[in-house]
Each structure stands twice: as C-alpha cells, then as structure tokens.
C-alpha cells in the first residue's frame, strides 16, 4: 500500500497489521509519565493513531472520536501520537476531551514500529486507526492512504459494534 504526505510518497517502518492480527505489545507513556502495554488496556478498544494531536485534521479527529466514545458502551478510544504527553494533556484540557484517552509513543517508538505506523521521513506516526476486540484480536484496520485525509469513521465504529 502507498501512503503520502501531502502528496509525496512516505516509508512506514515495520509491517502493517492486518484484520486477524494478534495486536502488538506496546509500552507507550500515559499523561501521568507512566508506561501503558497492551495489557493494561482491556474489553473492546479503538487505537486512533494520529501524526500530531494539535493540527487541524487530528484536532478534527479527536474529536470527532471523542463524541462517538460517549456513544459506546464498553469501548475505549485510544489517541496515540508521538506528542509529548504534557501536550497531550494541554491540547485535551482545552478542546474539553474527556472519553478519549491520549497516550504517547516519543520514548520507545514501539508503538509505531510494530504497528506499522511510523513515518522514517517525519519521524512522526501515520494515521490510522486500529479496532481490537476482548481478546486482543484486530478486527478493523484503516492506514488512510493520505496522511491528512481523515479516516472512515463509521467503518471503524461500525467493527467495533
């Protein structure tokens, strides 16, 4: 699959994950500075990846997530992006984010290599967006084909119903 930004050509470090992947371990720093793995995450989750919370289309994004979430029963939406977390918490603070969870990968960058979702160019992650059920299991995957396209937000709420 080819993914631009802007419309010039990126290269994404490690495999991209597929519907039927087991997810990835992960460790990435929460608000607090505290590490997160995959297991401290439970029940059905969305991962929104996004290259940086505080520009315009991740902004939209959030939020947009962010008002489904209060919609869904037993679900949690991830936000995860290489933002350091005291952004993170500054950017939510302000945009009044409260039922989405925004958790960093600027330490290990682990997330983004075993997801697939690092951007060697930018040294950002790309967008995409990752629905994993109770068992771990990837039962939705989007890596949007243009950085700063938004993804499909009813398929992946619709994989996670």
């Given at each position: 699959?080819?993914?631009?930004?802007?419309?010039?050509?990126?290269?994404?470090?490690?495999?991209?994950?597929?519907?039927?992947?087991?997810a990835p371990d992960f460790t990435l720093?929460?608000?607090?500075?505290?590490?997160?793995?995959?297991?401290?995450?439970?029940?059905?989750?969305?991962?929104?990846?996004?290259?940086?919370?505080?520009?315009?289309?991740?902004?939209?994004?959030?939020?947009?997530?962010?008002?489904?979430?209060?919609?869904?029963?037993?679900?949690?939406?991830?936000?995860?992006?290489?933002?350091?977390?005291?952004?993170?918490?500054?950017?939510?603070?302000?945009?009044?984010?409260?039922?989405?969870?925004?958790?960093?990968?600027y330490k290990t960058r682990e997330f983004?290599?075993?997801?697939?979702?690092?951007?060697?160019e930018l040294g950002l992650l790309t967008?995409?967006?990752?629905?994993?059920?109770?068992?771990?299991?990837?039962?939705?995957?989007?890596?949007?084909?243009?950085?700063?396209?938004?993804?499909?937000?009813?398929?992946?709420?619709?994989?996670?119903?």
């Amino acid at each position: 699959m080819e993914i631009t930004f802007q419309g010039n050509p990126i290269t994404l470090k490690g495999i991209q994950l597929r519907v039927g992947d087991k997810a990835p371990d992960f460790t990435l720093i929460n608000n607090e500075l505290q590490p997160v793995t995959l297991q401290d995450t439970k029940g059905k989750r969305i991962f929104v990846v996004v290259p940086s919370i505080d520009t315009g289309v991740c902004d939209i994004e959030v939020r947009k997530f962010n008002e489904e979430a209060s919609k869904l029963n037993n679900v949690t939406i991830y936000t995860i992006s290489m933002d350091l977390p005291f952004a993170q918490g500054r950017w939510c603070g302000a945009a009044g984010i409260k039922n989405v969870i925004t958790l960093s990968d600027y330490k290990t960058r682990e997330f983004g290599d075993r997801y697939g979702v690092y951007i060697n160019e930018l040294g950002l992650l790309t967008r995409a967006v990752f629905v994993l059920d109770e068992d771990n299991t990837i039962t939705y995957v989007e890596y949007c084909s243009e950085v700063t396209d938004e993804p499909n937000y009813e398929a992946a709420l619709q994989a996670v119903k």
